[in-house]
T-cell receptor, first 115, second 112 residues
């Protein structure tokens, strides 16, 4: 079965510092990976995806993610964190071919950017 | 238009009430989804509609009844809910299996 793991429930970073939110995956076949962000009492917003191609994927709001096949990781990064980046972040993987289930989500990481 | 619109945004209902949640998208997506999300947890898949046909029901209790009247609209009918059904209900849609899903803002449901 496809799965993703987010090893950190909470990440704190000072404003202006670089941030990293970790995600590792376990899939059969080629991984299709996604990052979503959720602000309080809101729906999930798409940030970026890796389907194929360059290992460094650029997304919305200055976020990027690095796909590392050897380490089976897809960490989310941003060079300089903003207080407004504080939110809940979910890594997700597309389900197996032939399944309509769409996505399997990680457990989520709460990012807090301190002023 | 890249929006998925959900109404209402908030809903409080008693355990004997009948209510409905509505979801609408005009992006031409033929796959639509209902999720349930508890605080600080990932969304849990409830139902999947593909080309207006129910393709997945994740063993959801019958007090939740989905409906897809057309390719743009998805409803979730609620009846005799329990307090533990209180959650954020999210609707999503996507064009293909390889593309990202678009989520609505959710309906915050409280069952009293």
């Amino acid at each position: 079965a496809q799965s993703v793991a987010q090893p950190e429930d909470q990440v704190n970073v000072a404003e202006g510092n670089p941030l990293t939110v970790k995600c590792t995956y376990s899939v059969s076949g080629n991984p299709y990976l996604f990052w979503y962000v959720q602000y309080p009492n809101r729906g999930l917003q798409f940030l970026l995806k890796y389907i194929t191609g360059d290992n460094l994927v650029k997304g919305s709001y200055g976020f990027e993610a690095e796909f590392n096949k050897s380490q089976t990781s897809f960490h989310l990064k941003k060079p300089s964190a903003l207080v407004s980046d504080s939110a809940l972040y979910f890594c997700a993987v597309r389900d197996i071919p032939g399944s309509a289930r769409q996505l399997t989500f990680g457990s989520g990481t709460q990012l807090t950017v301190l002023p | 238009d890249t929006e998925v619109t959900q109404t209402p945004k908030h809903l409080v209902m008693g355990m004997t009430n009948k209510k409905s949640l509505k979801c609408e998208q005009h992006m031409g997506h033929r796959a639509m989804y209902w999720y349930k999300q508890k605080a600080k947890k990932p969304p849990e898949l409830m139902f999947v509609y593909s080309y207006e046909k129910l393709s997945i029901n994740e063993s959801v209790p019958s007090r939740f009844s989905p409906e897809c009247p057309n390719s743009s609209l998805l409803n979730l009918h609620l009846h005799a809910l329990q307090p533990e059904d209180s959650a954020l209900y999210l609707c999503a849609s996507r064009r293909t299996r390889n593309t990202e899903a678009f989520f609505g803002q959710g309906t915050r449901l409280t069952v009293v």
